[in-house]
């Protein structure tokens, strides 16, 4: 309730404060917007030009230490390994900040054979994880974690591998520069807010009055309300601004006539063409649909004909509300595995023609056959298809007497 109190207190304040005020606010904001995104920016310029020199630094240490390391490495000299690995470590605490807190040499395995730091994480019977990357990659792998970069790479002589060393140098230069550059933004935001505020604060009232009409006068257009004239009683741009406006409302105002009696005649059209495709199809014998098989598989039934009624005696409602009613409640029971064997290549994308037996409301069974069409929509890949069910009773009756009198003959 709070919320929404301070809410409703913001926007009946916001309604009547005059339009210098509001353009204050708004240019106001514009500034800091525009100085927060540009001191973003620098961060992220500061940032990525940080991390590209940090990684050279480690290219270059890595190729360093990787030269130092690769014979005392290649006959495994652990005391060699450890004393440079020490005597590096004793550098990095000496400096006034400690831009080498991690260092480490592994083997053919990727365990740690010397460590500037750890003393007893060496010759562990388990190797290192990132030991085993740095020996199986065969480029400069580097990790940015949240207060140094990790950096390391496989040490080779030939084609053969003889280890890896890696190392780590801090980030808390890159922190203390965007520190720096946060507190410049800020800085320069606040000045240029305040520079905002006093030159919009020079805008008098008498640009207020029309540019408020023109507010208004957009409104109305926005809402649709293209009947009102505009004018602006004013002897400067914004008069001109006014004139354009109403030349555009003018425009606006044909188009929208124009559009208006063109939707009614496509909307009469559209009438006239429906009331003849039904006309059509109410007029042929056989029973016309279509189905829409989406890529869930389920059907669903866009248009079922009218005459459908005539043909199963049951209410149109049903086989458009349920999909399921016409296999399942007037197909004969003996007869639905062929229909549901059609179904299924359908579903499949594939013409099928099958002749079964409907069982009608009034109990009566009558025979039909079924032909259905696929389409499928490229861009979508949901399949309609489109269906013609004929009633061929007579002629099946015809067929059982003609094979009645070729039985007698």
Request: hydrophobic letters at 40%; glycine letters at 6%; proline letters at 3%.
């Amino acid at each position: 309730p709070t919320l929404k109190i301070i809410s409703i207190l913001t926007n009946y304040s916001w309604k009547y404060w005059p339009l210098a005020v509001k353009l204050t606010v708004v240019m106001t904001g514009v500034i800091i917007l525009i100085v927060t995104g540009l001191t973003i920016l620098s961060i992220r310029r500061e940032q990525q030009n940080f991390q590209a020199e940090l990684e050279q630094q480690a290219e270059l240490l890595l190729a360093t230490l990787s030269a130092a390391v690769a014979n005392p490495l290649y006959t495994l000299e652990a005391d060699t390994l450890s004393d440079t690995m020490e005597g590096l470590g004793f550098q990095a605490l000496n400096a006034e900040v400690q831009l080498l807190p991690f260092g480490r040499v592994y083997d053919a395995e990727g365990r740690v054979v010397a460590d500037a730091y750890d003393e007893y994480a060496v010759f562990t019977l388990e190797a290192d994880p990132l030991g085993q990357r740095l020996v199986n990659s065969q480029t400069t792998i580097f990790e940015w974690q949240p207060d140094q970069l990790v950096a390391g790479r496989a040490v080779t002589v030939g084609r053969q591998r003889l280890g890896a060393v890696s190392v780590g140098l801090s980030t808390q230069p890159l922190t203390e520069k965007l520190a720096a550059v946060r507190i410049q933004g800020v800085s320069v935001a606040l000045i240029t807010a305040i520079a905002g505020v006093l030159l919009a604060l020079v805008f008098s009232r008498s640009v207020t009055g029309p540019v408020q009409k023109l507010v208004e006068t957009t409104q109305r257009i926005a809402s649709g309300d293209l009947s009102r004239q505009i004018v602006v009683d004013s002897g400067d741009e914004l008069a001109t601004l006014g004139q354009a406006m109403e030349q555009m409302r003018l425009e606006l105002y044909g188009l929208y006539q124009n559009l208006e009696r063109k939707v009614a005649e496509r909307t009469r059209e559209l009438q006239e063409s429906e009331a003849r495709f039904r006309q059509v199809v109410t007029s042929i014998s056989d029973h016309v649909y279509m189905s829409e098989v989406a890529q869930s598989g389920v059907y669903v039934n866009h248009y079922i004909a009218p005459n459908v009624e005539q043909l199963t005696g049951y209410p149109h409602d049903n086989f458009i509300t349920d999909w399921s009613f016409w296999p399942e409640k007037v197909i004969h029971p003996d007869d639905r595995p062929a229909s549901r064997a059609q179904a299924q290549r359908l579903g499949q994308g594939q013409n099928s023609e099958v002749e079964y037996r409907l069982v009608r409301a009034d109990g009566t069974v009558i025979w039909v056959r079924d032909s259905g069409q696929v389409t499928t929509e490229p861009e979508t890949g949901i399949m309609y298809i489109f269906g013609v069910v004929s009633d061929i009773t007579e002629r099946k009756k015809a067929q059982e007497a003609l094979e009645k009198q070729r039985a007698f003959l």
